[in-house]
């Protein structure tokens, strides 16, 4: 990829898996909403955070994550993506910032026998 632009390049070697920007900031792949899409893991003092960008667009996709929305570039590959986004929401107790829900804006996701259940309860949030 001699002579693209280094932002393209940078791109491209994220959308295969994760990048490490420093001690808080990891990017991980979350591809089928649009090819090369990410999500962006946070850690500081031992908190989480993951603002996940378009992985979905209503809080039902948690509770049904197989629903896709009508413009994802690829349907099979967001289901997969946001099964991935929910199973480390889940599992670190991270407090998820997607971009397309509304107040309070942020909460968790817990896992629950038959899938997942989101908890944007401001008092969650704390």
């Known amino acids: 990829m001699r002579g693209a632009d280094p932002r393209i390049r940078q791109r491209r070697s994220v959308s295969g898996g994760s990048h490490r920007l420093n001690d808080f900031i990891e990017i991980d792949s979350a591809p089928g909403h649009s090819p090369g899409h990410v999500f962006f ?46 199973d480390y929401c889940a599992s670190s107790g991270a407090l998820v910032m997607p971009g397309h829900v509304g107040a309070p804006f942020a909460g968790r996701i817990e896992k629950t026998a038959a899938g997942y259940r989101p908890d944007f309860d401001p008092a969650a949030v704390r």
């Open 41 to 86: 893991k946070l850690e500081s003092k031992g908190q989480r955070a993951a603002f996940i960008g378009d992985v979905w667009h209503h809080l039902l996709q948690v509770y049904y994550p197989d629903w896709n929305f009508p413009k994802n570039s690829d349907a099979a590959q967001a289901r997969v993506s946001r099964r991935k986004v929910l």
